[in-house]
């Protein structure tokens, strides 16, 4: 199949080719993301009080990790379903290379009782999403909520966010078959409509005066629309077949089949996403009010540009698992290494923009939220750095083998993360969290995937580690000794914007 050629389309074709991109869609749902954090954090910064932005960012921490009791399925069954639409019979180890038997033609019955199998689970996963939730999650939000004035309010948004928790759980069977079923365009083409929508309706709430509970109740009514249209979604691909397929259908074996994988890729996420947003309810039992918003501020806006960065490398999986697949090494090496390099300069340039333009970004908006300490932020950014590259050379090295058997190794650095914690908390404060990932790192999982990623590519090692890692890291030093010099001088700055402005 020939590649799309811009310089000699017209510009209809162009605009046709970029609505229909898998990788240009993915690009605007992140930027969704980013929008809603440009437009809605400004406003909840300055149209909440301080406990109240404080709780706001540790219910979306909360949102965050409810959603690692997908337990992995989520992955496991839209590969099930892309490999059954390409004719696959029956399934072997989902961990190695399968094998077509229909020469390419769907099979519709494996396809229904995939689709009837994740129904099941996904049911039983959403029941368990909510429980979780109230019980484990009610204990851990406590203490928090217990510090503040009327706590009847921020306990009826809890319970909103518990539901709204089962309602994107459910809807998640839908939007994971459509893009199973090679509909990855058309999801995100949705997603963006709607989350635009959904900013949109958050932004009105607090202009009109409302409070934490009316900013989650417009997070349900908007998790609602998105599982209806999901649900529409499915149902209209394949001509309708899905409307017709038996909606909840266990198979034993398809269970057995995505069990293995999906464990393995729960406990990843488990010790690397999940410990890292653990974080904010850990600190939320002993910080005060100010510190905590202080902290999940500067950790929410990390954990956004962490995820926007990713872009350049990850949306381009799917074209390095082809090239890989046809022995073409040297153009894998030549993609791969320029993707990393622009995915950490991104990711760079980012973190250094926030770092001198952050608090007068929140003062500009009277924000009633305070920026952490310049020191931390360039910590913060270090350890993230890094974890991006590592994580960058495992995504490559499952291109090439297809597994990810290093589940153990990341499993390790979660348990001393986690220990390095609790040893650390009474002492270090905010600072605990940066410093326990960074040694944590740096024991297991800096250098163990980037050496297992290395190790099976057919090319000189330095050079790929230069080519790939040498102007984006030139560029954070560079960075970092500005965002320092800057730390000395940003009071006088302060002081004249106030002259400027007033």
């Known amino acids: 199949m020939s ?22 869609t993915t690009w605007g749902s992140l930027s969704v993301n980013i929008l809603r954090m440009l437009v809605l954090l400004p406003f909840t910064l300055n149209r909440l009080s301080t406990e109240e932005n404080s709780i706001w960012l540790l219910f979306m921490s909360m949102l965050a990790l409810g959603n690692l009791a997908d337990l992995g399925f989520s992955p496991t069954f839209t590969r099930m379903i892309a490999l059954a639409l390409g004719g696959i019979t029956s399934f072997q180890d989902l961990e190695k290379p399968q ?79 459509s893009m199973g079923m090679g509909k990855v365009a ?30 989650f109740l417009a997070l349900f009514l908007s998790s609602l629309a998105n599982a209806t249209r999901n649900y529409f979604l499915v149902t209209t691909i394949a001509e309708k077949r899905f409307k017709h397929f038996r909606a909840y259908y266990l198979d034993k074996e398809l269970f057995k089949t995505a069990f293995s994988p999906s464990w393995k890729i729960a406990s990843a996420m488990f010790f690397s996403v999940g410990l890292n947003e653990y974080t904010n309810v850990l ?53 791969s290494e320029k993707s990393m ?23 500009l908006i009277q924000s009633k939220v305070q920026f952490i300490d310049l020191h931390l932020w360039v910590l913060m950014a270090w350890v993230a750095f890094w974890e991006r590259y590592q994580a960058m050379h495992s995504q490559l090295y499952m291109v090439q083998t297809l597994n990810a058997h290093f589940y153990k190794q990341i499993i ?35 250098w163990y995937f980037v050496r297992m990623s290395l190790r099976i590519l057919p090319y000189n090692k330095r050079t790929y580690l230069i080519k790939s890692l040498a102007v984006p890291l030139s560029v954070f030093v560079l960075g970092t000794i500005a965002l320092l010099f800057f730390e000395q001088y940003k009071h006088t700055l302060g002081a004249f914007l106030k002259i400027v402005f007033y």
């Open 99 to 177: 094998k077509s038997t229909l020469g390419g033609s769907p099979n519709w019955a494996l396809i229904e009782k995939i689709y009837g199998t994740y129904g099941v689970i996904n049911l039983l996963v959403t029941v368990l999403a909510v429980l979780v939730m109230a019980t484990l999650g009610s204990w851990a939000v406590f203490t928090p909520i217990s510090k503040l004035p009327n706590t009847t309010v921020y306990w009826q948004a809890w319970a909103v966010l518990c539901l709204t928790i089962g309602v994107i759980f459910f809807s998640k069977k839908n939007e994971n078959i």
């Open 3 to 24: 590649s799309f050629s811009y310089r000699q389309a017209s510009v209809k074709a162009v605009l046709q080719h970029i609505w229909h991109s898998p990788t240009f």
């Open 412 to 446: 390790l650095a979660g348990c001393l993360n986690a220990l390095f914690m609790f040893l650390f908390i009474n002492h270090l404060g905010m600072w605990t969290f940066a410093i326990s990932l960074g040694i944590s790192n740096i024991l297991v999982g800096n």
């Open 283 to 335: 600190y939320a039992q002993f910080a005060n009010t100010t510190a905590l918003a202080s902290y999940q501020f500067a950790f929410r806006i990390m954990a956004q540009l962490t995820e926007f960065s990713k872009a350049p490398f990850y949306a381009k999986i799917p074209e390095f698992t082809r090239l890989a697949g046809a022995g073409e090494q040297e153009t894998l090496i030549y993609r």
């Open 186 to 215: 058309l999801v995100n083409r949705w997603n963006i409509v709607f989350g635009v929508l959904s900013i949109a309706l958050s932004v009105t709430v607090l202009a009109l005066g409302g409070n934490i509970l009316h900013l």
């Open 341 to 363: 390099q622009l995915a950490l300069l991104f990711f760079v340039i980012c973190v250094v923009g926030v770092g001198l333009f952050a608090d007068v970004g929140l003062w």
